[in-house]
């Protein structure tokens, strides 16, 4: 799949994306309620790659995916 990430215009992290674009994505699971996990224990990935843009042609899809599975996004996602 394709990591979609909703950024700010505003944040500083987003200014620092365009400069640099390679980034790392680390993901883990969380741990069961009720057990002593290690965090070692876990199942984890680290995504490396660079961040573009959604091409113009695929925004519209790539924003109601996103909403639809992130409602709360809806207001931020709707800009623009």
Known sequence: GWPVLLLSEQSLHTVNLKKSPPVSLFAQLPRSQGQAQSAAALSRVTIIG???????????????????????????????
């Open 50 to 80: 660079k961040i573009e843009p959604v091409p113009s042609e695929e925004l519209n899809v790539v924003k109601l995916a996103f909403t639809l599975t992130h409602t709360y996004a809806l207001q931020i996602a709707g800009k623009r």
